[in-house]
Nanobody, 124 residues
Framework: QVQLVESGGGLVQPGGSLRLSCSASGRTFSRYAVGWFRQAPGKEREFVAAIVWPGDRTNYADSLRGRFTVSRSNAKNTVYLQMNSLRPEDTAVYYC?????????????????WGQGTQVTVSS
């Protein structure tokens, strides 16, 4: 069993930055890939980024590559999502999820465990 808790969301102006954190509990967490997804009002949940270790292999949504960076701290059992040059269209609830297969999949159905989400609002 893996429990995930996101934090770090909030209100930011266009062009600003935020770093989201996904804190995990569970003895076997290091075996899981962790992904970030987001869901805006009235839209489907979409893939943002994912990371697998060992090796820190990453996977990004093509449209977000270069602005968003996913990383992890094994010591802290935490995965981060650094978001730069934020735009109003980045406004959404951001979720982290854990995937046992280690594929860093872009498909939400491949992830077994989910956090409760954290709201990110980009607005002036």
């Amino acid at each position: 069993q893996v429990q995930l808790v996101e934090s770090g969301g909030g209100l930011v102006q266009p062009g600003g930055s935020l770093r989201l954190s996904c804190s995990a509990s569970g003895r076997t967490f290091s075996r899981y890939a962790v992904g970030w997804f987001r869901q805006a009002p009235g839209k489907e949940r979409e893939f943002v980024a994912a990371i697998v270790w060992p090796g820190d292999r990453t996977n990004y949504a093509d449209s977000l590559r270069g602005r968003f960076t996913v990383s992890r701290s094994n010591a802290k059992n935490t995965v981060y999502l650094q978001m730069n040059s934020l735009r109003p269209e980045d406004t959404a609830v951001y979720y982290c999820a854990a995937e046992a297969a280690g594929w860093a999949s872009r498909l939400s159905r491949d992830y077994e465990y989910w956090g409760q989400g954290t709201q990110v609002t980009v607005s002036s």
